[in-house]
């Protein structure tokens, strides 16, 4: 079991950043793939990024590609994403996940433990 309380969040002008932090508590960090996924109101949860337990891999959808960096810190239990040239498509409740099965996934199904959530607001 894994606790996950997402920070971070906020209003940001169009081509600005923010770093989402995700903070883990339970069994320990590193046996978790951790993922972040965003959920645009009135529309389906999308896979945002995803990273293994040692952080070699990594894995992002297009559309954060070359913008968005995932990380981790496994002495701090601690997931992060620095979100960088925001768009205001990139408006969305974002949220961190985390599972133990294997493969770096990029189904919102396959995450067995999720985070409140924290708002991310691009202003254009």
């Known amino acids: 079991q894994v606790q996950l309380v997402e920070s971070g969040g906020g209003l940001v002008q169009a081509g600005g950043s923010l770093r989402l932090s995700c903070a883990a508590s339970?069994?320990?960090?590193?046996?978790?793939?951790m993922g972040w996924f965003r959920q645009p109101a009135g529309s389906e949860r999308e896979f945002v990024a995803a990273?293994?337990?040692?952080?070699?891999?990594?894995r992002y959808a297009d559309s954060v590609k070359d913008r968005f960096t995932i990380s981790r810190d496994n002495t701090k239990n601690t997931a992060y994403l620095q979100m960088n040239s925001l768009k205001p498509e990139d408006t969305a409740a974002y949220y961190c996940?985390?599972?133990?099965?294997?493969?770096?996934?990029?189904?919102?199904?396959?995450?067995?433990?999720w985070g409140q959530g924290t708002q991310v607001t691009v202003s254009s």
């Open positions: 996940a985390a599972k133990t099965s294997v493969g770096v996934t990029v189904s919102a199904l396959d995450y067995d433990f």
């Open positions: 339970g069994r320990t960090f590193g046996d978790y793939k």
């Open positions: 990273i293994s337990g040692s952080g070699a891999i990594r």
